[in-house]
């Protein structure tokens, strides 16, 4: 079955860095785009990145741009999320997702459990 | 503010019908394919309609996604108080290149 496992969160200062992982297994990982998508406490969804299938392309949302970077390694089956420049508003659950569809399709089939970062002095 | 509008909140009895809208613009909705998301409380979303209007395997067809223009509405029948979540409608912004969620919408089943 489809599992997407994330990890790498925390409680953190504003202005320092996060490495956010998503572990997948159950299906061929090397051929699904990928998303982060965010949720501050209390608010509703936010989506954050989106990477294609072979990492060759990126998106992000703008309040993220020059900050976050997503990357994949394929060979390990596994999503990234660099979150650099942390600030308090970065507070959130952060889920990975895989895209049923093409890149850009945003059908979010399966999502992790979400791991949280806290930014706080 | 969110780039699609939903309404915050709506509410109907046990066994009835409840519609939610989600309103958005030519760059996202009027040119994309829509998506609905349930988020019941504590868990993560969960799939419910893709492609405007098609359920992934194991979604009741209880639940029914239409898109109209530059707006889309999902339906629910046979109301359960299982059924009480927050719902997120989804779509590409092909203006911003980027993904695009509306702001939520609380069903309450009375």
């Known amino acids: 079955q489809v599992q997407l496992v994330e990890s790498g969160g925390g409680v953190v200062l504003p202005g320092m860095s996060l490495r956010l992982s998503c572990a997948a297994s159950?299906?061929?990982?090397?051929?699904?785009?990928m998303h982060w998508v965010r949720q501050a406490p209390g608010k509703g969804l936010e989506w954050v990145a989106l990477?294609?299938?072979?990492?060759?392309?990126?998106y992000y949302t703008d309040s993220v741009k020059g900050r976050f970077t997503i990357s994949r390694d394929n060979s390990k089956n596994t999503l990234f999320l660099q979150v650099n420049s942390l600030r308090t508003d970065d507070t959130a659950v952060y889920y990975c997702?895989?895209?049923?569809?093409?890149?850009?399709?945003?059908?979010?089939?399966?999502w992790g459990q979400g791991t949280l970062v806290t930014v706080s002095s | 503010q969110s780039v699609l509008t939903q309404p915050p909140s709506v509410s109907a009895a046990p066994g009835q019908k409840v519609t939610i809208s989600c309103s958005g613009s030519?760059?996202?909705?009027?040119?994309?394919?829509v998506s609905w998301y349930q988020q019941l409380p504590g868990t993560a979303p969960k799939l419910l309609i893709y492609?405007?209007?098609k359920r992934p395997s194991g979604i009741p067809d209880r639940f029914s996604g239409s898109k109209s223009g530059t707006s889309a509405t999902l339906g629910i029948t046979g109301l359960q108080t299982g059924d009480e979540a927050d719902y997120y409608c989804?779509?590409?912004?092909?203006?911003?290149?980027?993904?695009?969620f509306g702001g939520g919408t609380k069903l309450t089943v009375l």
């Open positions: 997702a895989r895209d049923r569809g093409w890149l850009q399709s945003q059908e979010l089939d399966y």
């Open positions: 159950g299906f061929t990982f090397s051929t699904y785009a």
């Open positions: 990477i294609s299938f072979d990492g060759g392309n990126e």
């Open positions: 030519s760059s996202n909705i009027g040119n994309n394919y």
């Open positions: 492609d405007n209007n």
């Open positions: 989804g779509t590409w912004d092909s203006t911003l290149s980027a993904g695009v």
